[in-house]
């Protein structure tokens, strides 16, 4: 546990955690979500926002995950959307949810403190749903106007943890949220890269971490080009310089520190 918290003795603990699961004021929820309160969260500032899926059964199983202890310990995310559309909210939108893990993105290592967790209801298997994208889109329009997060700064828990994760799946729909207007997506045609075009300085700068290469780039592809591949691509250096020409173009606003 960091900063004050850590500071406390054991016998405040107790204290703590009822505070943690108290009524949150209507203001830190959002209106748009069922609201089902999860203890598993501290407070911070989000600025980027990250896209799970749950590999489990259905909505309530994994509720009810996210609401508890499980097996793996601990866990919850802001909010969950079902295969039908219906959108939960578990932990309010200023507060440190336990969804990332060990992850790293653009330099940053503590990345619950600095994103708002999305678990959307697929075994990662099969095809997101209509209804269940379309309210995705509609939080992701409230997230980013009303938080102030980047519109840019939307990727999977894949981009995040590559040596770990892989969701969501090779067939989430990225293209259609950057039609929307959300996270990155190579425009049409594609500029060719020009020569001594370094593509592993690019995948840096949008954010991978590349201590395992293989797995970045893999990750990369899941993204990307909705396969897995550990090998470049032919005409992925031209979509690196593509992605790389539009964040040189975005005003500079860089990630704030987490908080300690």
């Avoid at 004021?25 to 959002?30: C, F, I, L, V, W």
């Avoid at 909505?59 to 996210?66: E, G, N």
């Avoid at 600095?114 to 997101?128: A, K, M, Q, T, Y």
């Avoid at 031209?238 to 005003?251: I, K, S, T, V």
């Amino acid at each position: 546990m960091k900063g004050t918290i850590a500071r406390r003795t054991l016998a405040a603990l107790p204290l703590l955690l009822l505070a943690a699961c108290a009524s949150v004021p209507p203001a830190q929820r959002n209106p748009l979500a069922d609201w089902r309160p999860s203890p598993n969260h501290n407070a911070r500032k989000a600025a980027m926002i990250v896209i799970h899926h749950t590999e489990m059964e259905s909505a309530a199983a994994a509720l009810l995950t996210l609401q508890t202890r499980n097996s793996g310990g601990p866990v919850s995310a802001h909010y969950l959307i079902g295969d039908d559309g219906r959108l939960y909210q578990l932990v309010a939108d200023d507060a440190r949810a336990w969804h990332a893990g060990a992850s790293r993105w653009g330099g940053l290592s503590d990345l619950n403190s600095v994103s708002i967790g999305i678990e959307l209801d697929n075994d990662g298997n099969e095809p997101f749903s209509q209804a269940q994208i379309d309210s995705l889109l509609r939080l992701l329009e409230d997230l980013t106007a009303r938080l102030d997060i980047p519109r840019h700064l939307v990727v999977g828990h894949g981009d995040i943890a590559p040596t770990r994760k892989r969701d969501p799946s090779a067939l989430f729909p990225w293209q259609r949220l950057a039609e929307a207007g959300f996270g990155l997506w190579p425009r049409s045609p594609l500029a060719p890269a020009p020569p001594g075009f370094d593509p592993w300085a690019a995948l840096r700068l949008i954010g991978y971490d590349l201590a395992d290469p293989a797995a970045a780039l893999r990750a990369f592809h899941r993204h990307y080009r909705g396969d897995e591949s550990e090998q470049w691509l032919p005409g992925d250096h031209d979509l690196l310089y593509d992605l790389q020409r539009q964040l040189m173009a975005l005003p500079a606003a860089p990630l704030p520190a987490p908080a300690g």
